[in-house]
């Protein structure tokens, strides 16, 4: 009689059925680690590159804007580069490490991960790195990358972002701070609140909400603003997130203000709208199409950005009423 397997270790043979299926589908011509666009197939970005396959693996949910910027610089790169870009994204970290064990069975020249949760992603690091794959970092895991054995790290230091942000506050008078936390576990949104609790000089709490559903954020930031009326600042960790804050401001009937870290085209109209106070920029485009060519001049030249003992740093920049007009029109193109 075989004894069926646990629901979790059934639900991770799937996964891993799934990626083997994915990957022979691959050597047919189709890409393994692309997303689809629309409910479509992949896409791959780019051109051949002299046979050069990069695999570009976030922790990003689906549909979240935030990873479309980064999509997008990886392909402008890709398309400069000549490389053949393939994307993927999970925001379960034993589903985005099997996501790299994938790009490592099909021979990828170059990996770029996040490290959201960096104990998940070591194995497959270490497993990419036995194969001779390079691998660099971006956007999340800062104090990760090294100790990982990653080439390189591109983006922001979060806690030097939130520190940042609580030296911001406290020029604008702002007394009690709810810094709202979308993930749990995730190291950036944790240094980032810890960051801004370092800097601030009146009360910092955090808040834990499931960014997976929107509802249930606004409802829960209402909820809290209901019962501490001694709140007057909301900081969110994602522009889709400022939004809702906004929203939940409103039903609540509070007076507290709404900043934010990130940034994008619909989170731009509320800056020009004053909805929101301001948003510290981490420039997503821009650790996409880093961390592609990057890889590409890792290849083509050896070059090694930061000699592999220093981060490449794209942020904080904080974009505010009086600058928004700037980056408008790029975030009004999708790159900002």
């Known amino acids: 009689m075989n004894t069926p397997p646990p629901p979790h270790t059934a639900a ?38 002299g046979g050069m396959k990069v695999a570009l693996v976030t922790h990003g949910g689906k549909g979240d804007a935030f990873w479309d910027l980064v999509r997008r610089g990886a392909e402008t790169a890709a398309a400069k580069d000549g490389v053949d870009l393939t994307y993927a994204g999970d925001s379960d970290p034993a589903a985005q490490a099997d996501l790299v064990r994938g790009a490592v069975l099909d021979k990828v020249d170059g990996i770029a991960v996040t490290l ?10 270490a497993q990419a790195k036995a194969a001779g794959i390079p691998v660099v970092g971006l956007n999340s895991g800062i104090d990760a990358w090294r100790p990982s054995g990653l080439l390189e790290y ?5 806690s030097v972002a939130g520190r940042a942000v609580g030296d911001k506050l406290d020029e604008m008078k702002a007394k009690h701070v709810l810094c709202v936390v979308h993930e749990r576990g995730n190291v950036a949104l944790e240094a980032r609140c810890a960051g801004v609790k370092k800097t601030f000089h009146g009360d910092t709490d955090n808040l834990y909400v499931d960014g997976s559903d929107m509802d249930a954020v606004g409802a829960t930031i209402a909820s809290r603003l209901r019962q501490d009326t001694s709140i007057d600042e909301v900081v ?12 939940a401001v409103r039903q609540a009937g509070s007076r507290a203000k709404v900043a934010t870290f990130d940034l994008n085209k619909d989170l731009v109209k509320a800056v020009q709208g004053g909805d929101v106070q301001f948003a510290v920029d981490q420039q997503p485009y821009l650790q996409g199409y880093l961390a592609v060519n990057a890889l590409w001049l890792y290849r083509t030249n050896g070059n090694v950005s930061g000699g592999g003992t220093a981060p490449v740093l794209t942020g904080p920049a904080f974009v505010t009423r009086s600058n928004v007009s700037a980056v408008a029109r790029f975030a009004a193109a999708g790159t900002r």
């Open 154 to 158: 591109f983006g922001q230091d979060e």
């Open 116 to 125: 959201a949760k960096p104990a998940a992603m070591r194995g497959p690091i």
């Open 236 to 247: 969110t960790n994602g522009a889709q997130y400022a939004l809702s804050a906004v929203k």
């Open 12 to 49: 991770r043979l799937a996964r891993v059925t799934a990626l083997a299926s994915a990957v022979c589908l691959l050597v047919a011509g189709c890409s393994v680690l692309g997303v689809a666009r629309d409910g479509e197939g992949a896409d791959a970005a780019g051109g051949s590159g």
